[in-house]
């Protein structure tokens, strides 16, 4: 008996360590799955805000425009580059509500030197109209509703001297129509 108490205590050493083992891989997948299911949790409720965060952890802005009937998940590039200007339409367009967005300059949107890009809310029998007549769009339908069509334009050139900084950022704060269709979305 006294032979075998040496085995016995080898075995129970064995047994513990594989106990040990066993335990500590368990809790570590435990641990594993707990972590996903709260990283997803986290996930889903910053989509439950209406901004995601994107790997970089930069949250993309949500433009709003209550009297313009839509809202636009601005392109990530152009946080803290780009201001809106929301205002009533031209009447003599025949806009009902435009939006344009401007380089930023000292912290406010740049009027004087053009908009990046321009939503224009019109009646659908101003659009009608102008598409009518002859001679090429210039704009792109993003979106439409019994009453209204919600076009996009961008600027022909840019406003900014080639050699200056504001060129280059006007160039690169510039989207094209498939991005702001993706990301659009009529309110009415």
């Not at 809106?84 to 009447?91: F, L, S, V």
């Not at 030197?113 to 993003?142: C, F, N, W, Y």
């Not at 991005?179 to 009415?188: A, E, L, P, S």
Request: net charge negative; aromatic share 8%.
């Amino acid at each position: 008996m006294n032979n075998m108490k040496p085995h016995l205590k080898s075995i129970i050493a064995i047994l513990a360590v594989l106990a040990l083992v066993l335990v500590t891989g368990c809790t570590d997948d435990k641990s594993a799955k707990a972590s996903q299911i709260e990283n997803k949790l986290l996930k889903d409720n910053s989509h439950a805000s209406n901004e995601e965060q994107p790997e970089n952890k930069v949250q993309i802005k949500t433009f709003v425009s209550k009297e313009g009937g839509f809202s636009l998940k601005q392109p990530e590039k152009w946080n803290g580059y780009v201001g809106a200007i929301d205002e009533k339409g031209d009447p003599i367009t025949g806009a009902a509500w435009e939006t344009s967005f401007y380089l930023l300059k000292d912290g406010k949107p740049d009027i004087d030197a053009g908009s990046i890009m321009t939503i224009t809310k019109l009646p659908r029998s101003q659009h009608e109209a102008i598409v009518a007549e002859d001679g090429p769009s210039t704009s792109h339908i993003l979106g439409e509703s019994k009453e209204y069509v919600w076009v996009m334009t961008t600027p022909q050139s840019n406003p900014y001297d080639e050699k200056s900084e504001a060129y280059k950022s006007f160039n690169t704060m510039l989207v094209d129509g498939d991005f702001i269709n993706m990301h659009f979305k009529v309110n009415d």
